[in-house]
């Protein structure tokens, strides 16, 4: 079993950076890493994710260029650094983790976080 905690969240201001972290409880081998969001009243939403054999990167059209994911094996952690923040993205942020193919929807990955607020002011 492994559990995932996300840390970093926070308040900032609009065009400000926050750089969140998730790490696992112990070393494990996952076909692919993510970040969803939930903001009240919306679904959950693909943020970003990576693969566990080359690092491939994939972005939710609303962030990219913006945000940016990466993983450290070594650490069994997954960042997602936020840089110029909107005030349409806070929301509670989550990682996840898919065992098989995974793409964009939250029924492919099985292991998650317990989320972690992050909030904009203007």
């Known amino acids: 079993q492994v559990q995932l905690a996300e840390s970093g969240g926070g308040l900032v201001q609009a065009g400000g950076s926050l750089r969140l972290s998730c790490t696992a409880s112990?070393?494990?081998?996952?076909?692919?890493m993510a970040w969803f969001r939930q903001a009240p009243g919306k679904e959950r939403e693909f943020v970003a994710s990576i693969t566990w054999s080359i690092s491939a990167q994939a972005y939710a059209d609303s962030v990219e260029g913006r945000f940016t994911i990466s993983r450290d094996n070594a650490k069994n952690t997954v960042y997602l650094a936020m840089d110029s923040l909107k005030p349409e993205d806070p929301a509670v942020y989550y990682c996840?983790?898919?065992?098989?193919?995974?793409?964009?929807?939250?029924?492919?990955?099985?292991?998650w976080g317990q989320g972690t607020q992050v909030t904009v002011s203007s």
């Open positions: 996840a983790a898919a065992l098989g193919v995974a793409g964009r929807g939250r029924y492919d990955y099985q292991y």
């Open positions: 112990r070393p494990f081998s996952s076909n692919r």
